[in-house]
């Protein structure tokens, strides 16, 4: 049993986790070479598929899935609707009320101040700092709950992906009423289905149409293009083909982009409609550009909003989008470094199932090089799957966000704050550098001295020792067994006891998926 005493100072954590990664570096590549080809156990599978398809194991988690095996364990994530949430989690959702509220309530309960336009200039800045103040500390909170708290793990893992993947900056001003929303009805209730519905939820959501400027689009010389809805902007159209569908190598040109954009001219947010309750997405035919097109080689029959959709349909069942988001696929969940042949099967699967996302995932998992020793503990985590997988591994309840998306703005990667339309990296490259490695070690260290402000709820007082004690090592290794390897453990536990639940979330083995 460890003592309950605070830890040490932060830099001698960080010191100790350093001297750490140094002496592992060298046994962790004789352990690759030696074992390269070897089958993983029982328990490596179990936490392979807790890394991969989850953020992390949880106190027993390991044992849970050990015992179900786990093949039932990917079919139950496959079909996150039929695991129950739990009800402290749901009543936790329920108490954010800006969660619950529809992208129409959030635009009237808010009042986005640039479209009350006979407000003081004092009101504007009050409804501003309102939404500012109270909005995306309920965003942040509601992801974190259920990348934290929810057993549906592979269902926030897949939401996150898709979410990045068609990113929004909630820092661009309207952005910041509708992410919320933009995340709870355009990209979770599809993470796992149709990526084509998926496209289309996407397409037709404010937050998208309000982030790459659609909305402003009006075809060239149309009636309704007046005043600040003058002009076609290809910015939407544009990334809709590099970044959501077919990728920059994806075989478009700029005709395409310019055809695309007058195709979608006229989808636009009816801020009048929203005023009134009803659905912000519009298609004003003054503003489209209805002359003959050829979209990607294929010539479009003038049907004004059904050019949209029949744009999206080209797009989401064309080859190299199956391509891109397969490799996509791979990168996230295999390696860094995507197997063809593993691309190529996973694309043929999207391909023949009409882009069923649930069908693509589950070739991937059945996979041999899902299996791989070689891409097992390999995956270098990002922030934000090291910062959720600590809490998940300590057993941390998220009863404050702000510091959890003030931890990971200092690790440069905040919470719907990537300003531009790619999204995050998850690369290796992209992540790791030695001021990466310290900031890590600092936040382990500080959520392992069991006082870290994550835990109690926004100005409540710090507890006292014996109300949060530290955290326990031999729990965390319990908890992530063969994560830590036993050269580690064994360094480990040659460090002073109250460095040691600190050096564990600080080791380079934790810092691996």
């Known amino acids: ?40 156990s029982e328990q490596e599978r179990a936490l392979h598929v807790l890394n991969r398809l989850a953020y992390g194991p949880r106190p027993g988690d390991l044992e849970q899935v050990e015992r179900m095996g786990v093949k039932r364990y990917i079919d ?12 402290d989690l749901q009543a936790s959702l329920a108490a954010l009320p800006a969660l619950q509220m529809t992208s129409m309530q959030v635009f009237n309960e808010y009042g986005p101040p640039s479209f009350k336009r006979d407000a ?4 504007q800045q009050a409804a501003r700092q309102r939404a500012s103040r109270e909005l995306p500390p309920q965003f942040h909170m509601a992801r974190l709950l259920q990348a934290t708290q929810s057993p549906r793990q592979l269902e926030e893992v897949m939401t996150e992906f898709w979410a990045n993947h068609f990113n929004v900056f909630e820092g661009k001003e309207w952005v910041l009423y509708w992410v919320g929303d933009y995340e709870k009805s355009a990209i979770r209730p599809y993470a ?3 990526f084509r519905d998926l496209l289309g939820a996407v397409a037709h959501h404010p937050a998208m149409l309000y982030y790459l400027d659609n909305w402003l689009s009006s075809g060239t010389g149309t009636p309704g293009a007046r005043g600040r809805f003058k002009g076609l902007n290809e910015n939407y159209a544009r990334e809709l083909m590099e970044l959501h569908t077919l990728g920059v190598d994806g075989g478009y040109q700029q005709a395409d982009v310019i055809t695309l954009a007058r195709i979608l001219s006229g989808w636009t947010i009816d801020v009048d409609a929203m005023k009134a309750g009803a659905s912000p997405f519009r298609f004003v035919a003054q503003r489209h550009d209805d002359g003959p097109k050829v979209f990607l080689g294929k010539p479009l029959q003038a049907s004004g909003y059904q050019e949209g959709e029949a744009a ?17 696929l791979v990168e996230y969940f295999v390696s860094d470094q995507p197997d063809p042949a593993l691309v190529n099967k996973l694309a043929q699967k999207f391909l023949a199932s009409h882009g069923d996302i649930r069908a693509v995932l589950q070739t991937l998992f059945d996979s041999p090089q899902f299996w791989a020793r070689s891409n097992y503990q390999t995956q270098f985590k990002t922030p934000y799957q090291f910062v959720v997988s600590a809490l998940r591994a300590g057993d941390i309840p998220v009863r ?6 003030g931890e990971l703005g200092q690790f440069g990667m905040p919470l719907y704050g990537w300003l531009t339309p790619e999204g995050y990296k998850y690369s290796q490259a992209a992540w790791l550098n030695p001021g990466a490695l310290l900031r890590r070690i600092n936040f382990a260290g500080s959520l392992a001295g069991g006082k870290s402000p994550i835990a109690r709820a926004e100005g409540a007082p710090a507890p006292s020792n014996a109300e949060a004690p530290p955290l326990d090592a031999q729990q965390l290794l319990r908890t992530l067994g063969p994560a830590i390897t036993p050269q580690a453990a064994a360094q480990i536990d040659a460090a002073p006891a109250n460095q040691r639940a600190g050096l564990i979330l600080g080791s380079p083995d934790f810092m691996k998926r």
Do not use: W, Y
């Open 1 to 40: 049993m460890l003592p309950s005493h605070p830890a040490l100072p932060s830099c001698r954590t960080a010191l100790l986790a350093l001297a750490l990664l140094a002496g592992l570096m060298g046994q962790a590549r004789a352990a690759t070479s030696a074992g390269a080809s070897a089958p993983l």
């Open 400 to 405: 404050n966000s702000k510091p959890v998306n």
């Open 312 to 328: 999206l349909d080209i797009l989401a069942s064309h080859p190299s989008t199956a391509r891109f988001i397969s490799t996509q």
């Open 76 to 87: 139950e994530q496959l079909h996150p609707e039929r695991i129950p949430l739990p009800e």
């Open 120 to 123: 003081s200039k004092e009101e």
């Open 192 to 194: 796992l289905g149709n």
